[in-house]
């Protein structure tokens, strides 16, 4: 570590790698074009209405296409789903090539065969430095198939493990 950073930032990190995260895409169309990224910070805000938030950073090649957009989309994601996960954390335009999406309601790119998807419409982006939190009131969706959620921790994929305790 160098001078200038704190101690504690190695820490921060290492606890964040620690926290499993449930593993989602988010989609927008900007003038025509589709836009999408992996999230990991997408999080339940209020269930009336409902809404609910993701964080991202404003230097990404999907920010404008959030920046400027009315409504998105955000699909969770099953296990199976591993592969569409890496294919929308790379950058390059090949997120959309091939038939895994179709035009949805507004406009928004739907992901085909994932565990659900929720179009939104963007209330608010708090910019905050290079990073945003967007704020998200949704408009339609739909449950697709019931499986094992795709979980992002310490640097891979995995699922869940049921315990032998029963509530």
């Known amino acids: 570590m160098t001078a200038d950073v704190p101690s504690f930032v190695?820490?921060?990190?290492?606890m964040f790698r620690r926290h499993a995260a449930g593993v989602s895409i988010i989609t927008a169309d900007l003038a025509g074009s589709p836009f999408g990224f992996t999230a990991t910070s997408?999080?339940?805000?209020?269930?009336?209405p409902p809404r609910f938030t993701f964080n991202m950073s404003r230097s990404s090649s999907s920010w404008p296409a959030i920046a400027n957009s009315t409504y998105i989309g955000l699909h969770m994601l099953g296990h199976e789903n591993e592969a569409l996960a890496d294919r929308f954390a790379r950058g390059g335009g090949e997120r959309f090539e091939g038939d895994h999406w179709e035009p949805g309601p507004f406009g928004v790119p739907l992901l085909?065969?994932?565990t659900g998807w929720l179009i939104g419409k963007i209330q608010m982006r708090l910019s905050?430095?290079?990073n945003?939190?967007?704020?998200?009131?949704?408009?339609d969706g739909q449950v697709g198939e019931d499986g094992s959620p795709l979980l992002y921790h310490s640097g891979s994929y995995g699922q869940p493990v049921p315990l032998d305790y029963e509530i």
């Not at 997408?42 to 009336?48: G, K, P, R």
């Open 42 to 48: 997408v999080a339940s805000l209020s269930a009336e």
């Open 112 to 114: 085909k065969n994932v």
């Open 132 to 139: 945003a939190v967007v704020v998200v009131e949704v408009v």
């Open 10 to 14: 190695g820490t921060f990190k290492e």
């Open 128 to 130: 905050f430095e290079n």
